[in-house]
């Protein structure tokens, strides 16, 4: 689930950090550049794991911070094709899933990948949402919003960004992640 | 920004946990001062969940060690420690083409999981055990607490 990725970057330090010691100052600016971003092909950023190396400090004419070159591990989040993960439901719709992993939103299960066979129901509760229930064996198991599901990775998609947006469409994703329950021991852990 | 290597190094969740707990993220109200960033802190909330919570180093060691002669993919190595499972069919989807490699062999790696990785503070089996014991002891405990107060 998780990796490290090696990158080079050239920051700026703002003067107001000067005062604290440099491997600080140099985390705190990584971090708020990178923290709970995604990078395309890398995944989502979690942590700033170290700092290998810093270089330069230099000064610009004109500017009144200094520049570094810095070498840094990151920790990223990026799930292989084909790995388990357990996640919460978020919301249930006729298009499929949407689960959660509480840091992590964008995870769905189209309805092609479902366990086959299965249908919905208006979900009696709330409106707009239905409940997708597993026809196995003259049985049905729904799955609610109880307890984790356990998903496979089919693939994950990093959507280019769009340069508008009606108003009022879902926020942009910039990284999407399709799951399937289609296969034994797949869907809600209380199922098996 | 240049990447150097996208992929330095695969992180077990346990590895991620022991980084996210050596810089101080805990359960309890000093969150607030810990240097930690909320997003950092749902990861967190994630992992101590899942099975990652509860092993050691030494765990995961002697498992790498052990699985060896099942001839696993690195990434199967990483999904089993990961997910912790407890029976052939959690298995089934982590280990491609189970039948034809492993076959028979299952058994033995699900008793090898279970005996080396501790179980996730929420797997059905071991839960009823814990809360059955806990029942018959919470009373007693509470009254000679107050016994011993008076």
Known sequence: MFYLSLIE??????PQLLGLPLNEAIKGVLESLFLDKVIANLGLCISVYDIRSIDGGFVFPGDGASTYTVEFRLVMFRP?????????LKESDSNGLRLTLGFFDDIYIPVHLMPNPSHSEPDPEKKNQVIWMWDYQEQKFPIDGIGEISFQVQ????????????????????????????YDGLGPVSWW | M?????????????????????RGAAKDPTRVIAPIAASEFKVYDYLVESAACNQTREHINEFLK??????????????IINVR??????????IEECEKRIGEGIEELIELVETVLPAPPSQPNTEDEVVADDGEQQPPTAAEGMETEN
């Open chain 1, 9 to 14: 970057h050239t920051l700026r330090l703002p």
């Open chain 2, 66 to 79: 052990k699985c060896q002669k099942y001839d696993l993919a690195k990434a199967e190595i990483l999904n």
């Open chain 2, 2 to 22: 240049k990447i150097k290597k996208a992929n330095a190094g695969a992180l077990t969740n346990f590895e991620v946990l022991d980084f996210l707990r050596s």
């Open chain 1, 155 to 182: 693939s994950v998609t990093y959507p280019p960004i769009p340069v508008e947006q009606p108003k009022e469409s879902k926020p942009f994703a910039p990284m999407v992640i399709i799951g399937s329950l289609d």
């Open chain 1, 80 to 88: 292989f094709v084909g790995e388990i993960i357990t996640a919460k």
């Open chain 2, 85 to 94: 499972p407890s029976s052939p069919v959690e298995i089934d989807p982590i």
